[in-house]
């Protein structure tokens, strides 16, 4: 391998750099960690999701946009499950305006679950000392836009696909 092509070390977000939670936490506190991590001036979001560590900051999950979401609008999510058959039309998305009210209203008492029954598992780890193409790899074939960096068997960060994105298109001879 030559050695001018990046690692996936050159291009890790270290992890107090990036949105994480202990599992013990809330949804609120996901939602405000989300927020922390907001940038320009509109506020935009930059990461879709944190990771979830133990008490021994160990890395054992990941919480999505999507997953806090669902987790403040139980009801609205068992809904979308329903199959057309079973009388979903549609139209089905311009109901959803009838659970407004529900939803506003149940929002706090939502907010106050711990995030470990929203989290994920984090199927894939790369080392800090893999290259980048090996990250590629892993995140197409898995559907992931995250990767979790670790050195020496500890969470140090992650890799995303933007990240990998522009260094990989940065090397390429175009």
């Known amino acids: 391998m030559a ?3 990046p690692l996936v070390r050159d291009v890790t977000i270290l992890l107090d750099r990036y949105p994480h939670l202990n599992e013990h ?3 609120q506190d996901a939602i405000t960690e989300i927020h922390s991590f907001a940038v320009g001036e509109k506020e935009r979001i930059r990461y879709s999701s944190l990771l979830i560590v133990n008490d021994s900051n ?3 999950g990941k919480v999505t946009l999507n997953d806090l979401l669902h987790g403040l609008v139980p009801r609205l ?3 979308t499950k329903v199959e057309k058959f ?3 039309g549609s139209e089905f998305s311009n109901l959803a305006i009838l659970m407004e009210d529900s939803f506003f209203s149940n ?3 939502q907010s106050q679950k ?3 029954e929203f989290m994920s598992k984090i199927p894939l780890m790369i080392t800090a000392d893999s290259p980048l193409l090996e990250a590629l790899v892993m995140m197409l074939n898995t559907e992931n836009t995250i990767l979790p960096v670790v050195d020496e068997d500890k969470i140090i960060g992650v890799v995303c696909m933007e990240e990998l994105f522009t260094a990989i298109t ?3 001879a175009l």
């Open 3 to 5: 050695e001018n092509f």
């Open 25 to 27: 936490q809330t949804l």
């Open 58 to 60: 160990q890395l054992v």
């Open 77 to 79: 999510v068992e809904a």
């Open 86 to 88: 079973e009388g979903k």
């Open 107 to 109: 929002c706090k008492q």
């Open 114 to 116: 711990k995030i470990s």
């Open 170 to 172: 940065s090397q390429c």
